[in-house]
């Protein structure tokens, strides 16, 4: 028998209660769209899937009432708000199973005026929700006019104090200084910044929709330039994973990928998987990308982009989509609508 990888158990991460969202940014790691058709979680899920993180989830290190991008638990989407009875009851059922430093992420599409929004987030907070994390960047901008993201943080600030988090502060600062009004096409955004600074100062992770749609930001190189990466340290990492409403236990920020049902965690973590069932983790944790590309030449004739490649996890993405369209022998490759909207 093959020896068994043990996956590791995660700490803090987010629940994406659907992928569905308001908007269909142009930097969105999981293609958020209102187009995805898989629906939202089912209240037997959230139940048995917020049970299973009760026991793992930890606190942030300033208390279980405190809040940081990187412990805890939060609720993600998609856009969470889109479906405000699901994101209430999982407040609920999260509180109830004392999970700790809760909090939500909302692009604040809904926040029209101030009384909607200062009575859902005191509900959402009379529930048990601890803090929250406003979105501001330039490609929510494209969509959520930038009245509704300020509300929303001069609300949630009152509400919430220091459990306010705002990624990312500089686009925010950036939008107050340009005084912007309203919504802000990204190609008039791009007139009005110097964007090399932006680059270097704020961080954009090249995977996802991103590596489509801002590839023109970027230098692309031939696939031989990431053929020899590997991604063993991005892979099993037990920290701000994420979970969806089908149950997919998703390492890190890699969409497309699960480990398989997190309600399996105990099974997964202790009895481990044989990596050989799992071709695509295996290239990918005990060998190097060149590895998935043959598999993927040799089994699917994946021809190389022209165009070339702006990051390994472009490249990554590229030959998991090309084999995800031919085959569904890989379950790794979860959900499979991840494929079809990219
Ligand atoms: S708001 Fe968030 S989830 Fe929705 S498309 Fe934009 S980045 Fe994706
Ligand atoms: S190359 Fe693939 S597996 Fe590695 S970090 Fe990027 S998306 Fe994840």
Redesign the pocket.
């Known amino acids: 028998m093959s020896p068994r990888f043990l996956v590791p158990t995660p700490f803090s991460g987010g629940l994406i209660l659907s992928y569905q969202c308001s908007c269909e940014c142009k930097h969105c790691m999981y293609f958020g769209t209102p187009a995805w058709k898989d629906g939202w979680i089912k209240e037997k899920n959230l139940r048995e899937i917020l049970s299973l993180l009760s026991k793992v989830i930890k606190p942030s290190p300033l208390g279980k009432d405190r809040v940081s991008l990187n412990h805890g638990l939060h609720f993600t989407g998609g856009e969470p708000f889109l479906n405000y009875k699901i994101l209430l009851k999982s407040i609920e059922i999260a509180s109830e199973l004392e999970i700790p430093s809760l909090f939500v992420e909302t692009n604040c599409y809904w926040c029209k005026n101030d009384k909607i929004t200062e009575k859902r987030l005191l509900e959402l907070k009379n529930k048990g929700l601890q803090g929250i994390l406003i979105s501001v960047n330039p490609f929510i901008l494209e969509h959520v006019p930038f009245e509704r993201i300020e509300r929303a943080i001069k609300i949630s600030n009152q509400l919430f104090e220091d459990n306010l988090m705002i990624y990312q502060l500089y686009y925010y600062v950036q939008f107050k200084n340009m005084k912007i009004k309203g919504i802000l096409n990204f190609d008039d955004y791009l007139k009005l910044v110097k964007i090399e600074e932006v680059k270097r100062r704020v961080e954009l992770f090249k995977?996802g929709r991103a590596a489509h749609e801002l590839s023109f930001l970027y230098e692309r190189f031939p696939l031989k330039v990431f053929l020899n990466?590997n991604?063993k340290m991005?892979?099993v990492r037990n920290w701000h994973c994420h979970f969806d409403l089908h149950g997919n236990y998703m390492?890190?920020?890699?969409g497309g990928?699960s480990w398989g049902d997190v309600r399996n965690l105990d099974l997964l973590s202790k009895k481990g998987i044989e990596l050989e069932k799992y071709p695509i983790f295996n290239a990918?944790i005990n060998g190097k990308?060149k590895d998935l590309h043959e598999l993927a030449v040799k089994n699917f004739n994946y021809q190389e982009l022209r165009t070339g490649y702006v990051s390994?996890?472009h490249?990554?993405?590229d030959i998991r989509k090309h084999l995800a369209l031919k085959t569904n022998v890989y379950k790794e490759l979860q959900p499979r609508e991840f494929y079809f909207h990219s």
């Open positions: 995977m990466e991604c991005e892979l390492p890190g920020y890699c990928f990918l990308l390994k996890c490249a990554c993405f």
